[in-house]
């Protein structure tokens, strides 16, 4: 199979002497640290931390599931360990993964800007989300929480007497972290482009992220007040959500899942720029229907705020909003649909090549066609009611989270890593990681489906026995990923040293970031750039290599 | 392998103010970056706020007799007073950035006090209502009584109001809720602003004003004018509607 | 077979004998509700058929070996409405068929009925207007429409019945219902769906479907003797409600027979239906629930009434169609245990 990778001559070739990871030394110089791509690197690796907590708190879930019986860890311990799984993946990866890390590096480069707006309030996010984490794992290490990632009240204010004060701090602040970083985002994109970037020159990697960054600024703070108020619910006992004081429990579940519907747009959205880039690069043409791409991510953020009652459609609402809400869900998918035809189409008449971030894509659409077709099982409300809170929600949402997003991050990581590191990953490796990851996750997730089809409720320690083959495939599924996991970040540490020199733009692509040499500048660009090109502007591209080798020549 | 996209782009170094942040192109760019980031800022705040306001109006809607017998309990003269010295706090921070925009740092040193010492007055006449409130067992959850409501007892000079059947009497701790909930996150923001008003005296004193670098003056402002704002949200909401029905 | 591991074998036997996509088609509206889910399906992977086709069809003629130079293409206007116009035309066509689902799920026919449900850490407690009761199960006859009504004494649950396809939310402090009609007869799972702590996975039961004939025998084989409504007289008498609630020109409070169903104005103007949630809310926090014309001097029985009581409460003013027992109550203040025309519902069988 051809390939468009073109390495400079790996006997002469240098990585940079002077760039952002050599610009200064020591410890101090990376947790003072004002540079957009220190902090995305610091990022990457807490991520990755809670990443592999997660993820072993999930092989304890699959474990226990082998058999019906609760006979793994008592039910107390299994409900632990799905909260903090839930917790943990949700609020400290999948809401950071993308944004806190590619993001950060490669949005002020995208604009043309040297850094991002407020490089010390970006590093401030970075330490919230530590201190967020932190008291995240204290609050698990000193008898944990079992409240579900949904907190839903009563239960969490007077029922339990776990560590849910301490999580729910640890939410809010983990909270604002992602508050900042979309606001630095969202004035950097307004304010930081360089001359000539227009917003229609923007790649939709920028697009999708300021979308996100709009669901950020404008979603968590409603999470912030909902959890300060089940705070102060349960440690002095004030009654905003208490029904034996007047309060109603449903309006907790109206403000939680005010933030907590856009939030899986805040996860997924990010990740939807990531296969527009990836898609376009590795098939040689401009995202089809580039606008088209770009304002369904807007789209999506919008109708995104107005569909969060569909969450509760079996919660006594009344029939009529569940109405309009149903409506609603049938709109916000079809942006998504929109998507994934631009991203087919974008192949048509291309020069593909299939690289390890393409093959990520690849998974990524169709993971994610099957996530969001399913979402819409749960969207038309006469089907909801069989199908909410079964495996079925499980599996459809970890086909979007984990399938979409998930797949999404790596094919990220992988394509930006030469420009971030100045290294390659191995090639052949990886193309096995992500087929295995594709095969070990459908193998995962796919059964699910099929309980949750049959009625298995979610959030159960034992279950009736007649589940139990289609729970053992899961489980076996879910050591297929595992290794898919562990792959990639053996590889990716290995290749830090070993990897082979990336050079500028090794997969000739068109954006300001691959313009620049690997790993970048402290400062990205000696001198701002003028954008003159559209993006994804192959022609443009071809004509810059031939005035170069004119030039030389 | 200098990139050919990165055209020369006119070099105007030497025309840099030294607090220009390296990343900024421009001095212009630098302000408004800053206040478009500080009014992204206050919509969080806004979205943060709201979450309570609706949960405010539902209950209004739900326990009306028992949110009027409750803002009946509150003082409309400690309140009103409140909102004054608010609103005359937020006068002299904005006398505060006109002064360092015109670089007097006198006059910037004494509106920042002023500022400082009309919010902590503004936080004492608050703290004297809470005891009240603790006095009078209306603190939801730590301290909380009904009775009151029930029987309210004749104020002097005037018949003693009729009062709330049991349950309505029950749902005004709802009602103390939110008036906690809200006053209190209002009171949280206050004491951060006083926080950043002592560092920014400290460096008023020290002169670091002087050289017109007044960006985080200007968006402090607008963060003092935001919560000013909030109050005069809170204070018709909670002492003010319906008191004389 | 050998270099298969027995278990393996076994499992994969069990599965392929007893593989089934759905549960059984339970109640009457279980095949409506897998209609759709058969036409959604069948659309998901038409969608997802195209998607693969497209991908792997571009792949396979635009690779670079075979399409060294990529053409570039804009983008197609008419190709981009076509692919919004049809998703979004199937999407309003689940968006109809799901809420006329929605809608007859969620709402009872008249003639249904009427089983009382309590959720708690962590069991289900139904309450048979006959008197029994039941703790995980719920026995309901075949061919016959029931009508839940539900509510949590403590967090929320969730009453899933997969086999009939309807599950509600039991939510503390607001009754919610839900209804189902039988077709055939067995024993289906009860799940409680929402997680509501420690041993949630153990909030299971069944729900056995009963021939109508086998099922009269149930009721009258597990009556505990006293009907509900029952119960109810006698919480309405002990609790003094007689005392004004008696339908006597002079009385303090509205006459309560026959107030089921009824529109009625309160003090401030509005126009209620009297539902099950309403007489809950009237008895737990009258003072908002006023009849016009009436002095707001009902007491709230907040804290003092088990949910239990609550129904017992409901159904007795429900089937209370006149005040004559009430009368001979308060005249006599005696007790009458006995059943009659007060009490409907199914006739009590006094145990020893």
């Known amino acids: 199979m051809s390939s468009i990778v073109s390495l400079p001559d790996q006997t002469t070739a240098r990585i940079p002497k002077r760039n952002y ?352 077709l399913t979402g819409v099982f749960l969207g038309s409300s006469g089907t909801d009611i069989h199908l909410t809170e079964t495996y079925f929600i499980v599996a459809h949402f970890h086909f979007v989270m984990v399938g979409g997003m998930l797949m999404a991050f790596l094919s990220g990581i992988h394509f930006w890593w030469p420009k971030m590191t100045g290294r390659m990953y191995p090639e052949k490796l990886s193309q096995l990681a992500a087929v295995v990851t594709f095969i070990g996750f459908n193998f995962t997730f796919f059964p699910q489906f099929l309980l949750g089809m049959l009625g298995m409720p979610r959030r159960y320690a034992a279950y009736p026995p007649e589940f139990q083959v289609l729970n053992v495939f899961s489980t076996a599924g879910a050591t297929i990923l595992g290794v898919g996991y562990l792959l990639p970040m053996i590889y990716l540490v290995w290749s830090l040293k070993y990897g082979q020199i990336a050079g500028n733009n090794p997969w000739q692509a068109t954006g300001l970031e691959w313009q620049i040499q690997s790993p970048p500048l402290t400062e990205n660009f000696i001198e701002i750039p003028v954008v003159t090109q559209d993006a994804y502007d192959y022609e443009w591209l071809e004509r810059q290599k031939e005035r170069e080798v004119t030039q030389v020549g | 392998m200098d990139s050919p996209t990165v055209a020369l782009h006119e070099s105007t170094h030497s025309e840099h103010p030294s607090y220009q942040r390296h990343h900024f192109v421009t001095m212009a760019q630098q302000r408004e970056s800053a206040s478009f980031g500080m009014w992204l800022f206050l919509l969080t705040e806004i979205m943060f706020f709201g979450g309570m306001f609706t949960a405010y109006l539902i209950y209004r809607n739900w326990y009306y007799p028992a949110f009027v017998a409750g803002s009946h309990t509150l003082s409309i003269v400690l309140g009103t007073t409140n909102t004054a010295v608010l609103i005359t706090s937020s006068f002299t921070m904005a006398m505060g950035v006109w002064c360092a925009e015109t670089r007097r740092r006198g006059g910037l040193i004494l509106s920042i006090i002023l500022t400082l010492i009309l919010g902590l007055a503004f936080l004492g006449i608050k703290s004297v209502e809470y005891h009240e409130k603790w006095v009078q067992h209306h603190v939801p959850g730590l301290r909380f009584d009904a009775m009151s409501f029930v029987h309210p007892k004749a104020e002097p000079g005037q018949p003693a109001e009729p009062g709330l059947p049991l349950d309505m009497a029950q749902h005004t701790e709802v009602y103390f809720s939110l008036y906690f909930a809200m006053t209190g996150m209002h009171a949280l923001h206050m004491i951060i602003g006083m926080g950043l008003l002592i560092f920014m005296l400290i460096k008023a004193i020290r002169g670091a004003y002087d050289n017109g670098n007044i960006t985080f003056i200007e968006n402090f402002g607008l963060y003092w004018h935001f919560v000013d704002i909030v109050w005069i949200f809170l204070f018709p909401l909670l002492y003010l509607i319906s008191r004389h029905q | 077979m050998d270099h298969i591991s027995p278990v393996i074998w076994q499992f994969l036997v069990k599965w392929l004998t007893n593989f089934a996509v759905i549960p059984p088609e339970a109640s009457k509206v279980a095949p409506q509700v897998d209609a759709l889910l058969l036409f959604m399906t069948l659309v998901s992977l038409v969608g997802l058929t195209l998607v693969i086709l497209l991908v792997v069809t571009f792949s396979v003629l635009y690779r670079r070996e075979r399409s060294p130079v990529a053409t570039q293409i804009e983008g197609s206007t008419l190709l981009e409405a076509t692919w919004t116009i049809i998703p979004l035309g199937l999407f309003l066509v689940m968006f109809v068929w799901g809420s006329v689902l929605y809608f007859r799920i969620y709402t009872p026919p008249p003639n249904a009925m009427q089983i009382y449900v309590v959720g708690k850490q962590w069991m289900w407690k139904a309450e048979h207007p006959g008197g029994q009761h039941e703790i995980n199960s719920l026995h309901v006859p075949v061919n016959k429409p029931v009508q839940l009504t539900l509510i949590s004494q403590d967090v929320f649950h969730s009453f899933s019945l997969p086999a009939f396809r309807v599950k509600r939310e039991a939510i503390p402090g607001r009754y919610t219902t839900v209804w189902f009609e039988a077709t055939r007869e067995g024993t289906y799972h009860l799940f409680c769906s929402q997680y509501c702590g420690t041993a949630h996975s153990a909030m299971i039961g069944q729900v056995v479907v009963m021939s109508q004939d086998d099922y009269k025998k149930w009721l009258e084989s597990s009556t505990s003797g006293v009907s509900l409504a029952q119960n109810g007289e006698r919480l309405f008498a002990s609790l003094s409600c007689t005392a004004c609630h008696n339908g006597t020109p002079q009385a303090r409070g509205p006459n309560l027979a026959g107030v089921y169903g009824s529109t009625l104005t309160l003090t401030n103007g509005q126009k209620v239906t009297v539902d099950d949630e309403y007489l809950r809310q009237a008895i737990l926090n009258p003072s908002a629930h006023i009849t016009q014309g009436y002095a707001p001097i009902m007491p709230t029985y907040q804290g003092q009434i088990s949910e239990e009581g609550l129904f017992s409460l409901v159904e007795y003013i429900k089937n209370l169609n006149s005040n004559y027992r009430i009368l001979q109550t308060t005249t006599t203040t005696e007790l009458a245990p006995a059943a009659t025309a007060a009490a409907v519902g199914t006739k009590g069988m006094v145990k020893p």
């Open chain 1, 21 to 372: 990871l050599t610009n200064e030394n020591g410890i101090l110089s990376w947790l003072l640290t004002g540079d957009h791509k220190r902090i995305a690197i610091l990022y990457l690796i807490s991520i990755t931390f809670f990443f592999f907590i997660g993820g072993a708190l999930a092989a304890l879930i699959r474990l226990e599931l082998l058999t019906p019986q609760s006979d793994l860890m008592a039910a107390d311990t299994y409900n632990k360990v799905f909260s903090m799984h839930g917790i943990i993946m949700i609020f400290l990866f999948l809401v950071p993964s993308v944004p806190a890390t590619l993001g950060n590096f490669l949005i002020p480069i995208m604009v043309g800007a040297k850094d991002l707006a407020f490089p010390k309030i970006n590093l401030l996010s970075w330490y919230l989300y530590l201190i967020g984490g932190g008291m995240t794992l204290w609050a698990m290490i000193s008898g944990g929480v079992d409240t579900g990632w949904t907190f839903t009240v009563p239960l969490s204010t007077h029922y339990l007497n776990t560590n849910v004060v301490t999580t729910g701090l640890a939410i809010f602040v983990a909270g604002f972290s992602s508050i900042f970083t979309g606001l630095n985002f969202i004035v950097t994109i307004h304010r930081m482009r360089a001359p000539g970037m227009t917003w229609f020159k923007l790649p939709l990697f920028v697009w999708s992220n300021y979308a996100a960054s709009i669901l950020m600024v404008l979603g968590t703070p409603v999470l912030a007040i909902t959890l300060v108020l089940v705070v102060l619910e349960r440690t002095i006992g004030i009654g905003v959500f208490d029904p034996t004081k007047g309060g109603d429990p449903i309006l907790f579940q109206h403000l939680f899942w005010f933030y907590s519907h856009p939030a899986v747009y805040i996860m997924i959205l990010p990740g939807m720029g990531v296969i527009s880039e990836v898609i376009s690069t590795f098939s040689r043409k401009r995202v089809f229907g580039y606008s088209a791409v770009a304002f369904s991510s807007v789209a999506i953020a919008v109708f995104g705020f107005f569909v969060w009652e569909h969450h509760m459609f079996i919660m006594g609402v009344s029939n009529y909003s569940t109405l309009i809400f149903s409506l609603l869900t049938m709109l916000v998918a079809v942006p998504s649909a929109i998507k994934i035809f631009n991203w087919a189409f974008t192949l048509y008449k291309g020069s593909i090549t299939f690289e390890t971030p393409m093959l990520y894509a690849f998974g990524f659409m169709g993971l994610f066609t099957i996530g969001g």
